[in-house]
């Protein structure tokens, strides 16, 4: 039967990068693809980031695949109706505890990075972050009043067996497919979270991947290594809030946004169907939106991980991959990955190029 996927284009340059998503889709074949609203274009249309409708779309569908939101017309909105609500919603409703952060280097740009290009050239590494848990979310949380007149801010650091293991599972899984190294991150020298955690991973890894090559490393330690020598690492799983500034850090080696997709994995199903979301990192550029100048690649990239987590395609999700590199190769560019001496392309004719490839 035919894969069901929701695409979901959003804000800004949401619509003009997922347009060529599309036309990729529509060529490798194969899918029945429905098309709905989030974010702003969602609060225009209905009053509502994301419409109930949406959501049971979304939570029947094989994977979602989602462009960008926000944007300045929707800035001054109330908190609950701004666009990244609709985006938070759909993680939250989807149950999304595995978020997919590769940093690639494609040999194309290893020259334009701001760092050496040894340092970069050939890099290939995937961080798992843990979304759906840890400080972000722990209970005891809020602002309250001392006796004494001071204010104190609180927020709880908390992870239970069952969060560590699914998401360190998924990291295990995926090194499988790679080099078949993780290195998991926490800080167990100063936390009890991360003690538990270290535990946790451990115990997993002997009793179910032992065929995977296992290092732990405190997480500032992670943060000077991915800046000293990248390249030592293949797949880093890691909490919430660590992951969002080692997934960060991580990204900056590769250059530009406009190359950055990403994955967020729920729990597999009885059928074995793990519920996911596919998007660039970016969001919805209001500076370059609308004038055929955003880079579709993060979003094109995105889509190839679909093909590959979700549907096992893996002979079209590299076909896709190769021919990003070769466009790249090529010395076809969006203002964002131009170098000197050539001549930028739009939007479109990046999605031509990659198409023709
Ligand atoms: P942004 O990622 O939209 O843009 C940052 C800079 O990178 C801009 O100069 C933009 O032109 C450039 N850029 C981003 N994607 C690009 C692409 N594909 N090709 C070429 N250049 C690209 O982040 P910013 O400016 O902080 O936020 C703009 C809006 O997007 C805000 O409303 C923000 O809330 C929203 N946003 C949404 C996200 C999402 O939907 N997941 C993530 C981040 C921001
Ligand atoms: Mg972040």
Redesign the pocket.
Known sequence: MAKRVLILP?D???PE?MAQVRRLLDRIGGFSIDEGLV?GAAYDAHGTPLHDDTLAEALKADAVL???????K??TLPFADK??RG?LRLRKDMDLFANLRPALVFDALAGASTLKTDLVRGLDIMIVRELTGGVYFGEPRGIEALPNGERRGVNTQVYTTSEIVRVARVAFELARKRDRRVCSVEKANVMESGLLWREEVQTLHDADYADVALSHMYADNCAMQLVRQPKQFDVIVTDNLFGDLLSDCAAMLTG???MLPSASLGAEDADGRRKALY??????????AGRD???????ILSASMMLRYSFDRTAEADLIDRACQEVLNAGIR???IVEPGMTPVGTVAMGDAVLAA
């Open positions: 959003g800004g340059i949401g990068v974010g989602l462009g960008a939101v926000g944007g300045p929707w800035d666009p990244e985006l530009s946004l406009g998007e660039p990192v970016h969001g919805s550029a209001p500076d370059i100048k955003a880079n579709p690649m993060a979003c969006t203002g964002d």
